[in-house]
């Protein structure tokens, strides 16, 4: 049980490491041809950023002690950021050319086209948004093994 434990571990440190290490294609920025497609999906931004703040607000009120709870409370505040930096890249992505961008070599040697401006520079780094994400997804990972282990602990009690 103890060895297939530190194998699942290892596994996913594993996993952890080569998603960050190797991001080929993270596609988590989507352009939408249609103006109608742009103004849903930044409404469900706007949803989904209403919602994390209402969960993290209600763990937070409730004042549950487990640390699967604490871990929840981070995931929400990684997603809130992400979701700003999401929507923030939609809206400049509207006010850029596509010239702007050059991907000559794939997504790692993306560059900014001169004259240098601040929408490209903000749409540049809103293109980051994976580094709010995958730890958004760890703490969710964390936060939903803590939890399963302290329920699984008070059966055996």
Known sequence: MIHSRKIHKIFCLFLLTV???FPNQAQALQSHAAPEGIYVHQLAHIFFLAALCYLFWDIRRSSFPSKG??????????MIFWNIVAFTGHWM?????VTDIARDNG?????ITGPITATKLIYYFTKLDHLFSVPAM???????????????DKVKT
């Open 93 to 97: 992505s509207e006010h850029i050319e």
């Open 138 to 152: 760890f703490c969710l990972y964390l936060c939903l093994r803590s939890l399963y282990l302290g329920i699984r």
């Open 19 to 21: 998603f960050l290490i």
């Open 107 to 111: 997504y790692l040697s993306t560059k």
């Open 69 to 78: 709870w604490r871990f929840l409370q981070m995931f929400c505040i990684f």
